[in-house]
Antibody, heavy 118, light 113 residues
Framework: EVQLVESGGGLVQPGRSLKLSCLAS????????MNWIRQAPGKGLEWIAS????????HYADTVKGRFTISGDNARNTLFLQMTSLRSEDTALYYC???????????WGQGVMVTVSS | DIVMTQSPSSLTVSAGETVTINCKSSQSLFGSVRQKNFLAWYQQKPGQSPKLLIY???TRDSGVPDRFIGSGSGTDFTLTINTVQAEDLANYYC?????????FGAGTKLELK
């Protein structure tokens, strides 16, 4: 069974940093691209970052480019999102999601909440 | 960036009715090399993570009931839910994965009478 479990969220002050993790199991992690998608309270879905299966190709949404870094550790089956210079508008539920060849996000984690507030 | 315009934003129907949700992209999602439309539909029930329903515009994901039908090509796409059931109460999102930044529609909230 495919499982994605996010962790690392919490309450953080504006301008500070936080690192999210997504532990994958039930599939061959290095065969899939991975993504981070977020959802602000009561709002829709916003894709923010992707990393290819080779971990060589990375893309970001303009809203996080230069502040967030996506990475993957194939040996630990773990996806990361390093978030710096956090802003109040980054407050959201952050999901990791798997992406196969020609597929969209076919499996999602349960999400981890990040609250940016003083 | 590709803008996804989804309509309606909300829908109230009775169980057993048929529902149609529309999604329009600001540019074609048809890949001429692979001859496919890179459009997906997701269902998000209250308090849950999104669930993939449809990919490549019309292919149902594994285990998705056949009352969910995706159609369309190019820039215009539709999700049809036949014989709506109470368990279909959810928000529905379209998403293009033709190119980054991947973008979602604003969502359609399906409510039952």
């Amino acid at each position: 069974e495919v499982q994605l479990v996010e962790s690392g969220g919490g309450l953080v002050q504006p301008g500070r940093s936080l690192k999210l993790s997504c532990l994958a199991s039930g599939f061959t992690f290095n065969n899939y691209g991975m993504n981070w998608i977020r959802q602000a309270p009561g709002k829709g879905l916003e894709w923010i970052a992707s990393i290819s299966s080779s971990r060589s190709y990375i893309h970001y949404a303009d809203t996080v480019k230069g502040r967030f870094t996506i990475s993957g550790d194939n040996a630990r089956n773990t996806l990361f999102l390093q978030m710096t210079s956090l802003r109040s508008e980054d407050t959201a539920l952050y999901y990791c999601a798997r992406q196969g060849w020609e597929l969209p996000f076919d499996h999602w984690g349960q999400g981890v909440m990040v609250t940016v507030s003083s | 960036d590709i803008v996804m315009t989804q309509s309606p934003s909300s829908l109230t129907v009775s169980a057993g009715e048929t529902v149609t949700i529309n999604c329009k992209s600001s540019q074609s999602l048809f890949g001429s090399v692979r001859q496919k439309n890179f459009l997906a539909w997701y269902q998000q029930k209250p308090g849950q993570s999104p669930k993939l329903l449809i990919y490549l515009a019309s292919t149902r994901d594994s285990g998705v009931p056949d009352r969910f039908i995706g159609s369309g090509s190019g820039t215009d796409f539709t999700l049809t839910i036949n014989t709506v059931q109470a368990e279909d109460l959810a928000n529905y999102y379209c998403q293009q994965y033709y190119d980054t930044p991947y973008t979602f529609g604003a969502g359609t909230k399906l409510e039952l009478k």
